[in-house]
């Protein structure tokens, strides 16, 4: 949104993670601005980093995982020089929470659904049990289980997968966290209860006003919710600008081509458009752009050397030498120009409104 | 609730039934019947009276279930009655008796031959496998009324239930006409309440333990007799005097000698005697309690320490052990810490040294025995745990700020622990059977010998009765393991439930 008040900072962050004695970096040099009381998106596919990004941002990798440079910096400090668990336990769940994929696994199955809820608001806000209870049943109206009382004692099993997410949605907002970071939170829910949790948090994001990032694939999701996207192709974020510009008007190939992937945009008759080839590994150092070996439109100079980023706009920024004045003209696929045209549309029909 | 819990007795009755109908089937079918006198110590004494030796056979062979048999003087006393004179006439060489019994026992299907040497005639007739089967059902349970007696010596045997105190002054409900005067009673013994009543009859222990019943060859007490000062009042005297008997035991006697007569005021004065070391079934479970009481207390401590520890130090050394444990033969490491208990603690390595009256004798054999109980433990929460911290749930306990101890031991270890618990009941009870290795190393008088050598000796009773005690408990150990899990899961029910919504 226009508040331009940024709430966390991450300036060239590297991930490394050594697995069966090689090293891998899942994070290839990441800066990203969050900005109080957006909605973010991160897109990609998988393996692109969309997740280990935010696990660093509440020092949740992996025991075989490290952080090899760059900063993280959060209420105005760096997150990064957080050493023991006890530091960041001021920090995950409180001031920033998550929410997972799979409401079916995130509780434990044979504990109370109460105290699961229960559990962090006597930890982090130190109160008594009545008074955490009365906080918890609030929460359970508010992301609207009904019966609260009764349903306070049951199990997880007794609840069905769209309401465990509503509960855990609860659990993470029971410390009033500045961050909510939503894992894919729709994934492993059926259509119309996606629906339901995505108004939900949207709705919760205005009474609490915390700032929301959501990792998520699904691009129906993104235009949905989101007021900024990021897409992130192995481990890099290669493009990033507010949802109208990434749909209306994307200018990285890797955007494009995920675009032509939407079964929504396919022409009649025509193949719906797969990206060919597969990601890079990331054991090897990349040279140049990621993405050049699967791109169409891949110039000689994207094989040589990485590209910076370009802007676009204030707000639009794309990493791919096909923004260079120097770059040949290249033609969007059909898809892009389809949005393109309904982009133009709606900026008229907007000034045309601003006009009256 | 109620409904699932009489669907499953019914399911174990009839489990029970078939495994021990299979037994009996194979016990009579296919163990040969001349093998049973493997063991008998009386046969080689015998063995050069062949009148006797026959007639001793099929004694047995009656006495087992196999046969009917019936002798030439048997027969005559059937036909005349036991004291007539015509008893002693019938056997006389020329009587006209033996055409008869030929005739008459050949008519009831029993196959008639003459003794080598007196030459008198004996029937014998095979029990039909299904009888046989049957005959073991039908006395299987005895239950003992005021009416069981029928003493024509006796007429004036009284019959009813009363209220009195036993020689230890503990309340008890005894009974006349009965088999078993106390019928009834109270004691600081396990189960502390006992009962005559109902009492199971799986046959005599035959070659070994000759005669005794197989349930007290298991049950009742081993070692010499222990002897005590009993002061009581026999017909209004003070009497008092020394005796070993287990007056709880006490069966109806028809004729009364004069030693009798000082101690009791009725025909019940045959009992046990009650001795200084505990049963079979005792010194194996009371082993096995304490040991599975330290496998669980070490195991499942270390597991979860190994858990937590994940690839670290402490976690190999665990790893380490369980492996030794598992892949060393079991004899071997309880050799090995035989003799460091010997040499460096200066226990006994024999149980009888010190006898079961020395707790000491006791150390050596549990902690051997958890040696193994201890690797499996720990092995099994090890694996639950591991698995458990790899789920969702846990995950997402961290990122909502909870301590790694918090997420442990208020979220993993409890869930780990629903498998454990389940098999505890299965491990209790399993005590019973005994432990086969670590007993014969000890000579630990307990039960974990009884079934080889039942096998190795014939002793077809004694095996039938085992295989249907152990199949009874195993199932209401699974069946007991069933309901602790539904106190400790609440997603587990007994019920039918609705579906979850």
Known sequence: MDQNKGILKVRDLVVKFRVRRRELTAIRSVSLDLYEGETLAIVGESGSGKTVLTKTFTGMLESNGRIAAGSIEFEGRNLLELKTDKEWEK??????????????????????????????????????????????????????????????????????????????????????????????????????????????????????????????????????VADRVAVMYSGQIVEYGSVREIFYDPRHPYTWALISSLPTLARKGEPLYAIPGTPPTLFNEIKGDAFAPRNRYALGIDFEEEPPFFKVSESHYAKTWLLDPRAPFADPPHAVKLMRKKGNIYAEGGAAEAGK | MLGYVVKRVFQSILSVLIVSTLTLFLVYSCVPRQLVFKGDLVLPKIANKPDEYNDYKFRTWEKLGYIDYMTQQEYAQEVFGADSPNVSQALLRDSSFYEKFRTDLSARGYKVEALPISGYLYATKDVALLTRVFRWYAKLIQIDHPYRIQDPNNPGLKRGYFLTRDWGGGLALAASGTIYKYQIWVDDSFPFFHQNIVRLNMGRSYPTFDGVPVLDVISGGQGRSARREIRTTVRGEEVSFFTSIDEHSLKYKPVLDRLDMNKFEDNYADGNLTTIDPSMLGTSFTIGMYSLLLSLAIGLTVGVIAAMKKDRIFDKITMAYIVFISSIPTLLYIALFARFGMKVL????????????????????????????????????????????????????????????????????????????????????????????????????????????????????????????????????????????????????????KEAR
């Not at chain 1, 699961?116 to 209870?133: D, N």
């Not at chain 2, 009888?352 to 054999?365: C, E, R, T, W």
């Open chain 1, 91 to 224: 920090i995950r769940g409180v001031k920033i929470a998550t929410v997972f994929q799979d409401p079916m696994t995130s509780l434990n199955p044979l504990k109370r659904i109460g105290i699961q809820i229960t559990e962090v608001i006597e930890k982090h806000q130190k109160l008594p049990p009545e008074e955490a209870r009365r906080i918890a049943l609030t929460l359970m109206e508010k992301v609207g289980i009904k019966d609260v009382e009764k349903r306070f004692y049951d199990y997880p099993f007794q609840y069905s997968g769209g309401m465990r997410q509503r509960i855990v949605i609860a659990i993470a907002l029971a410390c009033k966290p500045r961050i909510l970071i939503c894992d894919e939170p729709t994934t492993a829910l059926d259509v119309t209860i996606q629906a339901q949790i995505l108004d939900l948090i949207r709705s919760l994001q205005r009474d609490y006003g915390f700032t929301t990032i959501y990792i998520t694939h699904d691009l129906g999701v993104v235009a949905n």
């Open chain 2, 346 to 497: 200066g226990l006994p390595d024999k149980f009888p040294f010190l006898g079961s009256q020395n707790i000491l004798s006791y150390i050596l054999p549990t902690i051997s025995l958890s040696l193994g109980g201890i690797a499996g433990e720990a092995l099994w929460i090890r694996r639950y745990m591991v698995d458990q911290m790899n789920a969702d749930y846990v995950k997402f306990s961290r990122s909502k700020g909870l301590s790694q101890a918090e997420v442990f031991f208020k979220h993993i270890v409890r869930n780990a622990l629903i498998p454990i618990v389940h098999s505890i009941p299965m491990a209790v009870i399993g005590t019973l059977a005994g432990a086969l290795i670590t007993e014969s190393f000890y000579a630990v008088p307990g039960m974990g010998k009884m079934f080889p050598s039942a096998i190795s000796d014939y002793n077809n009773a004694m095996i039938i009765a085992l295989t249907f005690i152990f199949t009874v408990v195993s199932i209401l150990a699974i069946f007991l393991g069933d309901i602790l899990v539904t106190f400790v899961d609440p997603r587990i029910s007994l019920a039918a439930r």
